[in-house]
């Protein structure tokens, strides 16, 4: 792979990131302010480890069945988002990137740093998350067993359907964090 795109990238997401700095944007005086803000670098990692293995998931996902449906999709949007979040980066945690681990083969090794990659920053989030529950005035407990029935239904084709739709998740996440800052910012 050429490094010359992601590195023109990088450059591109800084220019970005220190003009938006220089217009006003507001200063962050907490952790939580500055998990919010940095988001989109861990965001663009996630991005960029995913499609690492993403063709590899998705070659092996011969289900209908979304598994991160509308419904996770409006817990995301609703006023007990962070819980929402909080319950699937767990599930991913705990049920689905383990078992994409454990299901490493010689065929498969080069995906394992990639997976890796995502489930530390799946912590490091889950961990800001959990420390920040405040700063995003969660509401409700978000009932994640839905989820982890549908998953237990596509028997061991979930694995491939949880990996798959990543990007889905990630996208969530995004523009869940991206609503706090902007209210950070009014």
């Known amino acids: 792979m050429n490094p010359r795109p992601l590195l023109v990238l990088a450059a591109l997401a ?9 217009h006003g944007s ?11 803000e940095g988001f989109p670098l861990r965001l663009r990692r996630l991005r960029e480890d995913y499609s690492q293995i993403r063709d590899y998931y998705e070659a092996n996902d011969d289900l209908d069945t979304a598994l991160l449906d509308d419904s996770v999709e409006h817990s995301f949007k ?6 929402a979040m909080d ?11 383990p078992s994409a681990l ?9 995906l394992r740093p990639y ?17 920040c529950r405040n700063y995003f005035s969660c509401q409700k407990p978000f ?5 982890n029935s549908t998953y237990s239904q596509m028997e061991n084709k979930g694995l491939f359907k949880a990996m798959g739709e990543l990007d889905i998740l990630f ?9 706090k800052r902007r209210r950070a910012s009014a």
Do not use: H, W
Not at 14 to 22: H, K, N, P, T, Y
Not at 26 to 36: D, H, L, S
Not at 143 to 147: A, F, G, H, Q
Not at 171 to 179: G, K, M, T
């Open 14 to 22: 800084l220019l970005a990131l220190l003009a938006r700095r220089g």
């Open 26 to 36: 507001p200063t962050c005086n907490n952790q939580c302010c500055r998990f919010v």
């Open 78 to 83: 609703s006023p007990f988002a962070c819980q």
């Open 87 to 97: 319950g699937v980066l767990s599930f991913y945690l705990r049920t689905v990137l």
């Open 102 to 110: 454990a299901g490493v083969t010689e065929d498969t090794k080069t």
């Open 115 to 131: 997976m890796e990659s995502i489930q530390l920053i799946f912590d490091e989030l889950k961990r800001d998350v959990t420390k």
């Open 143 to 147: 009932d994640v067993r839905s989820l």
């Open 171 to 179: 996208n969530y996440i995004e523009r869940y964090l991206a609503s």
